[in-house]
């Protein structure tokens, strides 16, 4: 838990990680589908669905992207690894995989990103 909080733009954070856990599981299955809005679900299941198809072939590949590898090995483990990039490296995974960043944006109501973006254009 230190190990996480300590470097926050690694993409590493056990905290998050279990904490999605903790809300996928919220309906009694760990599928990588926390309870969602109604409006929510399509693109959901289409994001993250296609993000964990190619997060498996770049693995299969041995090529390396912004998400761990990890999260190739199932949908909850899915959920719970972009869930630690979404927070940790918000601006990359926005970059490499837009419509995943979005519905996470929408379904934590933050956005990363944005944050990063803001920093870096405040004066020194």
């Known amino acids: 838990v ?3 909080a ?11 990680h279990e904490f ?6 919220e309906d009694g299955a760990a599928d990588g589908a926390p ?3 109604n409006r929510l679900y399509g693109a959901w299941a289409r994001a993250l669905g296609h993000a964990f198809e190619e997060l498996q072939q770049d693995v299969a590949q041995r090529r390396r992207q912004v998400l761990d590898g990890y999260g190739a090995t199932n ?4 959920f719970a690894v972009a869930t630690e ?12 995989h837009p419509e995943l960043y979005g519905v996470l944006r929408e379904y934590y109501r933050q956005d990363p990103a944005g ?3 803001n920093a870096k254009s405040l004066p020194l």
């Open 6 to 16: 300590r470097t926050i733009e690694d993409g590493q954070n056990v905290t998050l």
């Open 85 to 96: 990039t979404f927070f940790e490296e918000g601006a990359r995974l926005k970059r490499d």
């Open 115 to 117: 944050r990063e973006e």
């Open 75 to 78: 949908p909850a483990e899915f």
């Open 2 to 4: 230190r190990k996480g």
């Open 20 to 25: 999605a856990h903790q809300l996928d599981t």
């Open 35 to 37: 309870v969602l809005p």
